[in-house]
């Protein structure tokens, strides 16, 4: 270990196994898929534009994942609305989590 | 007599499928079985000098295909264990120069005469990995508990479920004071991850290094830590009970010596 990393882990960061866990998890739930990065791209594209028919949401920071970890697997949509059901009120950015089966 | 035929892949290269392959071998043979080891990685042999019968080669693999000699004569025997027998790649040829039928009648020649077959597969999931898992009754799955082997194998297991069912898993060169620290996966990480049986797990050990360089593969070493892990995974492939244990890390020179003086 270098001595930043030793300095690092004295004031509490954690050990880099959960990081490589987290992603192992997220890279094989798209491996196991055997989407590539277009459909991938063009199944977020449909998503949003059926949330997107019914409620305002902030296209920018939509996430779409899938979730291997528990069976079966999940889909998981983080869309934040944009404006909620009284326009008349200054618009709240607010996070709703979706989750699809 | 009708054998088990066992492939050894892993899809990612470098993991340790030919120390793994050699070691069971070896293991198996010590066990009083018959066993045959084929290296089926054509073009880049290696099973020969990690089992240091690289001097004793008179025909290989391709040369059984091609009809040049019997399977019998291509056998490299080793004298250790007189019951362990090695058929090696051939270095000049390129794995096209094979097919999984004809590695399948290879196979099922081996298995009239022998317990194990073992098979050593070349990394990737190409031609090389279609003639290896051709003629397979079973396979073990290597990986490291590094990001990137655990993905290959993942994508090899994928392949293997369609033909031959669940592999087994070995997880080799664990390194105990970094999964102590957070900093490697351990073997709970990689199940969670990869959802297959455990068949071992494999400390990492300087020993398989100097094993290597001697051409005597480690579990001869009956003393080193990850021979007698090897130990145990040949007598599970034999249906005995042997739990897995907590791999211990062995400490630093001062942990030891620390042991040593006030009996920790």
Partial sequence: MSWDTIVQRFFGAKGSKDEAKGRLQIVLAY????????????????ILEAISRHISIDVDRVKVDFQHHQNPAEVVINAPVRRTRRPAEEPKPSEAKQSVG | MSGRAIVITSGKGGVGKTTTAANIGLGLAKHGRKVALVDADIGLRNLDIIMGLENRIVYHLVDVIRGRCQVRQALVKDKRFPQLSMLPASQIDQKESVTPEQMKDVTAQLKEDFDFV????????????????????????????????????????????????????IINRIAMDMVKRGDMLNQQDVLDILAVRLLGLVPDDEEVVIAGNRGAPVILNEHSRSGKAYDRIARRILGEDVPIPELNGHGGLMHRLGKMLFRR
Avoid: W, Y
């Fill in chain 1, 31 to 46: 491996d196991r898929l055997g989407l590539s990065a277009e459909q991938m791209e063009a199944l977020r594209k449909d």
């Fill in chain 2, 118 to 169: 073992l098979i050593d597969c070349p990394a990737g999931i190409e031609q090389g990995f279609r003639n290896a898992v051709a003629g397979a009754d079973e396979a073990i799955v290597v990986t490291t508990p590094d990001v990137s082997p655990v993905r290959d194998a993942d994508r090899v297991i994928g392949l293997l479920q369609n033909s031959l069912g669940d592999p087994q898993l």
